[in-house]
């Protein structure tokens, strides 16, 4: 459960590069974006397409994700959809990747989704 009365967290989470981007201070190749998150293209893509989708909202990830913010998943599912529909890559297939904490290569503390696609992605991942 995220206390978000809990300014470590608040910091944490919104000082990142990617909270800089969400508030329009740092610029980023935008794809998309609604009330609830933006969309835009990783600076060091790994795919033709790899864009993140990251909430407005400063939450740290996955592992700290509470009832709302589970809801919000939902809702950055469906963002992750319409880019892949904005890059073309609906029909040819696309992955959605969290990483969640050091094992994973979690480096941004700002929960974000990955979108890739645009070529054959191996499986599984390294
Ligand atoms: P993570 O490793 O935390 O899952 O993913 C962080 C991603 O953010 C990496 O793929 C990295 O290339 C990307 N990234 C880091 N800094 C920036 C930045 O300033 N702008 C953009 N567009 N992407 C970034």
């Known amino acids: 459960m995220v206390d978000h009365t809990d ?23 935008i794809v998309y974006e609604n009330q609830h998150c933006v969309a835009f293209r990783d600076v060091n893509p790994q795919a033709p397409t790899h864009v993140l989708v990251v909430p407005r909202m400063p939450v740290t990830g996955l592992q700290e994700a509470d009832e709302w913010e589970s809801m919000l998943l939902g809702v950055l599912l469906r963002a992750a959809r319409k880019v892949a529909e904005i890059e073309g890559i609906e029909e040819s297939g696309w992955r959605v990747v969290i990483n969640v904490g050091e094992d994973a290569g979690q480096t941004v503390p700002h929960l974000h989704l990955h979108v890739l696609g645009g070529r054959p992605l191996s499986w599984p991942p390294g």
């Open 7 to 29: 300014p470590t967290l608040a910091e944490r989470s919104s000082d990142t590069i990617f909270g800089a981007i969400v508030r329009g201070e740092v610029a980023a190749d």
